[in-house]
């Protein structure tokens, strides 16, 4: 069955005669698909589904030959130039109301049959939240994250933020950036434990990763697998789009064949990942995201510059802080606990305290930890 949005294009009392002609050659021109012209009480009404305005236009210009039909003619136009389409599907503008159209009934239900994220359902996960211990609230702690979050209690901090080093090689100013794939996962992931163990009932871990395309390994999936596989529920991805175009390299595989091409990326993502329970409760008074900020939020690509400034700050990976601003607007309430495990010169830390979250960072590295602290103690003076 076809579904219509019906338009009254002439009511009872502007009806004439003459319209019939009109009307079956409107029905004979345009198809089921697009829209029907009919008389229904009375009223001239116009069923619309799809339209593409350009035939409509054409079809006026040519069939507009005298005053009443391009009365009518020109009335079909207006009225649908005036009203919200859904988006275009061929070419042609949608009109059928999208939400009756895609109406789930029984919508929880259906949800239960599928078995809503099914791999997180039998979690171990605690429900009971503990408070951070004193000496660890708006603090940098400079060593291993493996050790240093070892010593915290179980669910104690409401929203991880981070981005893990690289394995790319990069220099990095205490350790090389650099070992074999399977002994960096297994190094990532022992760290991971420890951050999903501090994480609070309904908090949230996210998680930037840049995939090292040139030795084809999908981090930011392995690194989701890995999530999944400890029982956390997928909240979904952002992809942050960083528009640079200005890749360095110019070695695109094997130049114009197909025989191997080299795919080239301008963005980075962001995994999400929930402890338990999808919904993570706060104060309405330490909300402080504006509705604008919120529609343009949900929207899941974030366009974001790079940082600029990473030579200011002597360190090659850092992230820019309009990308952690966005996320703990949208995910964190005011107060929360933000914890980033590999904290570098402090992007998260510095942007949680300015925007009147408690904070806690963790790097290994001594010089990046005295700089992270110099930016908070700058930034609040
Ligand atoms: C990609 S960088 C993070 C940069 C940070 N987002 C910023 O904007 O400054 C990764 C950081 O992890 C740190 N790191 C590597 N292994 C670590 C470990 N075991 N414990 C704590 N920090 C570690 C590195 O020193 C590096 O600063």
Known sequence: MVIYKELIIKDKAGVINGEQELLIHFNSFFS?????????DGNLILLLKEMDINKLKNYV?????????????????DKIESIKSYG???????????????????????????????YAQDHPFSKQNNTLPGE????IICGDSLEVLKKLPDNCVDMVFTSPPYNFGLEYSDNADAHYWEKYFEQLFVIFDETIRVLKYGGRIIVNVQPLFSDYIPSHHIISNYFIKKKLIWKGEILWEKNNYNCKY????????PSSPYLKYTWEFLEIFSKGDLKHGGKKEDVDISADEFKKFVVAKWSIAPERDMKKYGHPAMFPEKLVEQALKLFSFKNDVILDPFNGVGTTTAVAGRLGRRYLGIDISKEYCDRAIYRIEKQSS
Do not use: C, P, Q
């Not at 089921?32 to 229904?40: D, P, S, T």
């Open 32 to 40: 089921e698909k697009e829209a029907r012209l009919e008389f229904k």
């Open 61 to 77: 210009i040519e069939n507009a030959t005298t005053k009443d039909k391009h009365e009518v003619l020109s009335g079909i136009l």
């Open 88 to 118: 275009l599907n061929n070419g042609k503008r949608n009109y059928v109301d999208y939400n009756k159209e895609r109406k789930v009934t029984g919508r929880k239900g259906k949800e239960k049959n599928r078995g809503i994220y099914y």
């Open 136 to 139: 660890y609230e708006n603090k």
């Open 250 to 257: 110019t070695a695109w595989g094997s130049w114009k064949s």
